[in-house]
């Protein structure tokens, strides 16, 4: 392996080599320790027995049930939050307003709250004992412990990813091709969908896939509202919780593996986004 | 009409935006948190003294906090070595490695708590070589931090490593000139650049680390007094119908995550700052 210096011209402003190899190794080392052993080992061990056993914890009807909950949810959390998104960036990027920046902060609270906590305020409005609880109880309708619990949690815990992607993203682009759309006499929704569009598409797509893979993928808030019914109110990560619980080990890592897979496509989807805005950023920056 | 947005913006829309926006923000966010707080105003302040205060919730926090500590400090160092590493050196797989960094934010927590749990479990990959040892990792505060490690890294890397990117190489080849030696021109010229964002690395991993419930619960074991995290802690106090106490303690929990967010908030001005 060759280890170069990152620089056109360098020597002047380097480590020695041998340092160079030390920082490299210590990283790599701890890399591969914390980050590449873990993703290995869900693998590894849901195909410990094989891969027959594997397919058969997929095809188990609770397995399914738990597949098909989680694919409603995220259909319901991220098209509601992409369309919350698009407005909010639209609003907070192309307008100025005061009290803008306190507004930001609001839209990033639900990531610095704990997921336990996200999921607790729901039981607080809509539990048994809770505000909207013996309202809902005589007309028979059932949020916490049910589908729309589960939800509702994940819509909170999922809030921030798209806005707070597309905002920064539209704040860089000005309004000025807007402006040039509207005054060559194109209506408010084409210039949105002929003009903003073309230049977001890859922040949108970042922020979905990123959103998704948290509503997919969400534990401790769906956790204290789902009331683990197994068939009916169990998300695949719940479900992983139960069988781990249950010590099917091999059975939690197969339904695990769907999650990592799930991951890994994140990864390679948001990597790609990544790139595809880097290339169209500096060019709009270079038109102005 | 006169908005603040300027008489010189004719963009449409804007009212029918912000409206939505305050009423989604408003509904899903707002009102379900103030909740919380409502319920807590439900109590007097004994009880919630009492609740917040019981010898089982204060072994939490230290539990909780310890750990968060100790792992937002790790990750501080080893997140700033490969923001280094990715910034400054060339080798190969390095995009791939770079695009991996992200692992923990995608990958769901749950995933994350059983694999590290069978991982350092005694006779897991790498619980069986540090068993002989002595050294005990799952279900002792060492395996909370280990799984707090692996869900806070990505925060420093990716506040950091920006930073180092824009770092102008001039003014390292300058120090140069000017006779300074590789670890003055580090611990003098680059290190001071990068604290403002290694301070942010540190504290987002830290609330992170705070609040973390599922890759930790599997590999802590959840002893009482000894390796229960805080959160587990609510759900606990819920399943035993004890809202309140569950209430209470969340408040608590919620108003660490404000302050820790007010901190943050600060931090990111003074990088800002900083970087111009």
Avoid at chain 1, 192 to 199: C, D, E, K, Q, S
Avoid at chain 2, 82 to 100: C, E, M, Q, S, T
Avoid at chain 2, 130 to 157: C, D, N, Q, S
């Amino acid at each position: 392996m060759h280890v170069t210096r990152n620089h056109k011209n360098s020597g002047t402003v380097s480590e020695p080599a041998w340092v160079r190899y030390l920082l490299l190794t210590v990283a790599l080392a701890f890399l591969a320790l914390f980050l590449l052993m873990p993703l290995a080992a869900v693998f590894a061990q849901a195909l410990e027995k094989g891969w027959q056993a594997y397919v058969e914890a997929l095809k188990e009807p609770d397995t399914l049930s738990a597949i098909r909950l989680t694919l409603i949810t995220a259909a319901v959390c991220v098209p509601a939050n992409l369309f919350f998104g698009i407005v909010a960036s639209w609003a907070i990027a192309k307008f100025s307003f005061p009290g803008k920046s306190f507004l930001i902060t609001l839209i990033d609270l639900p990531f610095s709250v704990s997921p336990v906590v996200s999921g607790l305020i729901y039981v607080l409005i809509f539990g048994l004992q809770g505000w909207l609880g013996p309202w809902l109880q005589a007309h028979d309708i059932k949020i916490i412990f049910a589908v729309p619990g589960i939800i509702l949690a994940t819509v909170f815990v999922t809030f921030p990813f798209i806005a707070r992607e597309l905002i920064p993203l539209m704040e860089s682009q000005g309004r000025e091709e807007e402006e040039a759309a509207l005054t060559l006499g194109a209506s408010g929704l084409q210039t949105f969908f002929r003009v903003t569009f073309p230049n977001i598409k890859w922040g949108i797509l970042y922020g979905v896939i990123l959103c998704n893979a948290r509503a997919m993928g969400e534990f401790g808030a769906v956790s204290v509202v789902s009331g683990h019914v197994r068939g009916s109110t169990n998300t695949i990560p719940l479900q992983v919780e139960i069988l781990y619980n249950e010590y099917s080990y091999a059975a939690a890592f197969a339904v695990a593996s769907i999650l990592a897979l799930l991951a890994l496509v994140t990864l390679a989807v948001k990597t790609v986004a990544e790139w595809k805005m880097h290339q169209t950023v500096p060019v709009a920056d270079k038109e102005r | 009409m006169s908005w603040p947005s300027g008489k010189n913006n004719v963009l449409p829309g804007f009212t029918p935006a912000l409206g939505y926006t305050v009423f989604y923000l408003s509904l899903i966010v707002l009102i379900p948190l103030s909740a919380l707080f409502f319920k807590t105003a439900t109590l007097t302040w004994e009880q919630f003294v009492a609740a917040v205060s019981a010898p089982r919730v204060l072994a939490s926090y230290r539990v909780t906090f310890g750990s968060s500590l100790a792992a937002a400090l790790v990750n501080a160092f080893f997140g700033v070595l490969v923001a280094w590493v990715l910034v400054r050196y060339r080798f190969p797989g390095k995009k791939l490695i770079d695009a991996l960094v992200d692992l923990p934010f995608a990958l769901p927590t749950a995933v994350a708590g059983i694999t590290l749990a069978s991982i350092y479990s005694p006779n897991g990959w790498l619980g069986r070589y540090l068993e002989p040892h002595g050294i005990k990792v799952a279900f002792t505060p060492l395996g909370i931090a280990i799984a707090m490690v692996f869900i806070g890294l990505p925060f420093v890397v990716r506040t950091v490593q920006p930073v180092l990117e824009e770092l102008d190489q001039e003014i390292e080849e300058a120090a140069s000139c000017l006779g300074a030696n590789r670890w003055q021109i580090f611990s003098r010229v680059i290190f001071p650049t990068m604290l403002p964002a290694i301070l942010t690395g540190f504290a987002l991993s830290f609330a992170r680390a705070v609040g973390e419930y599922g890759s930790v619960i599997f590999i802590a074991g959840n002893m009482p007094m000894v390796s229960e995290i805080t959160p587990l802690l609510i759900i606990t106090k819920l399943e035993q119908y004890d809202y309140a106490g569950a209430t209470a303690i969340a408040t608590v929990m919620l108003v660490v995550s404000f302050l820790l967010l007010l901190c943050i908030n600060v931090l990111q001005k003074w990088s800002r700052r900083f970087a111009e």
